[in-house]
């Protein structure tokens, strides 16, 4: 035990007459350390938890991919060319493990600013939507035409870009191709994506970047 006087310049120390013994028992000692295996375990447990959560949300940032026939693309660009209009076609398919299979058109006779209308959009794109839901597919696409010619043309405009976010906000998440009059295609997505393209005559710029060529 210790002591301080109030006085300035004064100190006085007491001694006990007998030191304390801080020596532990056998039991004593053999619970703390239980104690705090415990502690670590738990510690343990949390930070392993943790990570799951963290590989969890990782895992769901993932690319989505996406696969397309070149016989389905220059379909989809003839029916574009017919009509001098920006008609849109959504586009659905099948699902084979990790990818979807672009290989269904239902071709929408308005344009891109008619339909993020919401009158167009609750009625005609709904319904279709449900069909699609009750059949057992899912909305994976959204092709349109821009008026213009070369790459440039297929930048997406405050329109497209609304499009696309009301299929998001509809939890229809859709990736968008931008077809110009000359066969170039950008693809657009507000979420990871990778394009796989089966067959010849489509020619790869980039990774959202495509041109229909010739087949010889």
């Known amino acids: 035990m210790f002591w301080r006087s109030n006085k300035k310049k004064k100190v006085k120390l007491i001694i006990p007459e007998k030191a304390i013994d801080f ?15 415990e502690i670590s375990c738990r510690r343990m447990l949390l930070s392993q938890r943790m990570n799951e959560a963290i590989l969890g949300n990782l895992n769901e940032i993932r690319e ?27 586009i659905t398919g099948i699902e084979t493990g990790i990818l979807k299979h672009l290989d269904e058109a239902l071709i ?3 344009e891109v600013k008619e339909l993020v ?38 930048y997406p ?22 077809f110009s009059r000359d066969g170039y295609i950008r693809f657009m997505a507000p979420f990871q994506f990778k394009i796989h393209i089966h067959g010849s005559g489509v020619r ?8 229909l060529v010739k087949v010889s």
């Open 117 to 154: 209308n919401a009158k167009i959009f609750d009625s005609e794109v709904n319904i279709y939507m449900q069909n699609l839901h009750f059949e057992g597919y899912k909305l994976f696409g959204c092709f349109h035409i821009h008026p213009g010619s070369g790459a440039g043309s297929t």
């Open 64 to 90: 989505l991919h996406y696969c397309i026939g070149s016989r389905f693309l220059r379909m989809n660009y003839g029916i574009f060319c017919r009509s001098e209009k920006e008609s849109v076609h959504l």
């Open 204 to 211: 790869k710029i980039n990774e959202e970047l495509f041109q």
């Open 108 to 110: 929408l006779n308005h």
């Open 23 to 37: 020596s532990f028992d056998k039991q004593l000692c053999e619970l703390m350390q239980k104690g705090v295996l």
């Open 157 to 178: 405009s405050s329109i497209d870009i609304e499009l696309i976010g009301n299929l998001e906000r509809g939890e229809y998440p859709a990736v968008s191709a931008i």
